[in-house]
Nanobody, 126 residues
Framework: QVQLAESGGGLVQAGGSLRLSCAAS????????MAWFRQAPGKEREFVAA????????FYADSVKGRFTISRDNAKTSVYLQMNSLKPEDTAVYYC???????????????????WGQGTQVTVSS
């Protein structure tokens, strides 16, 4: 079982930056693929970024590539999302997700993830 708690959301002006954190409980964190998803009002949840167990593989949605960076610290059982050059269209609730431990895939759809945090709101004003 993995429990996740996001933090770091808030209100920022367009062009600004935020760093989201996701703290995980459980001894299996270091063997879980981790990801960030987001959901804007009236829209479906969408993939943002994912990172493999060791951090050696990362994947990004085209809409955030070059602006967002996902990273992890297995010693701190945490995953991060550095968001730069934010745009109003980045406004959403951001969710941290974990796959079942020891799976080799790095999924880009929400059905591939078994554990979810409660989400943190990010609002980008124009």
């Amino acid at each position: 079982q993995v429990q996740l708690a996001e933090s770091g959301g808030g209100l920022v002006q367009a062009g600004g930056s935020l760093r989201l954190s996701c703290a995980a409980s459980g001894r299996t964190f270091s063997s879980c693929t981790m990801a960030w998803f987001r959901q804007a009002p009236g829209k479906e949840r969408e993939f943002v970024a994912a990172i493999s167990w060791t951090g050696g593989r990362t994947f990004y949605a085209d809409s955030v590539k070059g602006r967002f960076t996902i990273s992890r610290d297995n010693a701190k059982t945490s995953v991060y999302l550095q968001m730069n050059s934010l745009k109003p269209e980045d406004t959403a609730v951001y969710y941290c997700a974990a796959d079942t431990p020891l799976r080799l895939r790095v999924g880009r759809t929400d059905v591939e993830y078994d554990y979810w945090g409660q989400g943190t709101q990010v609002t980008v004003s124009s």
